[in-house]
């Protein structure tokens, strides 16, 4: 069982869609799906606490899984960090020292030139012909909202009906 207790059509559900990478359309998460929908006249009630139970364990694995991923984002960022400090530190030891390239039983450690275009240092006034322009255009929603509040009808926008959503509580 899980978290919550998952009624066994609702853990069917659960493995099924987990074995199909959440795909609804499938065959199995079909029957799954069409099989619930008929049975849920029967026991309304008992068949949407379920759903919503799967529903509830679903997100809250989610956010567990989120919360784990943003750990361990951060422990990557620390390590990349500490390895390009770590390459830097030796890199000026090397440059310092003027050693040559040294075979290690595991690496073989040299420094070179980095390749690629030469870095470039841009100060002082750009004359314009060397500048280029970019122009970014965005509707103001805002302005939009206010205008169509106001009753104003534009050729260019209009309110959209707002949607619905299930709130479990």
Known sequence: MTLFELSADMKALDDILAENGGDLSSPQSEEILSQWEN??????????DGYCRLIRELESRAKARADEAARLMERSTIDESLGRRLRERLRLVWEARRLPAIETASFRVSLARNGGKAPLDVHGIVPPEFTKSKTVVEPDKERIREALDRGETL???????RGTRISIR
Do not use: G, Y
């Open 39 to 48: 049975e849920l006249e029967n026991d309304l009630s008992q068949k949407v």
């Open 155 to 161: 050729d260019f926008a209009s309110f959209m009906d």
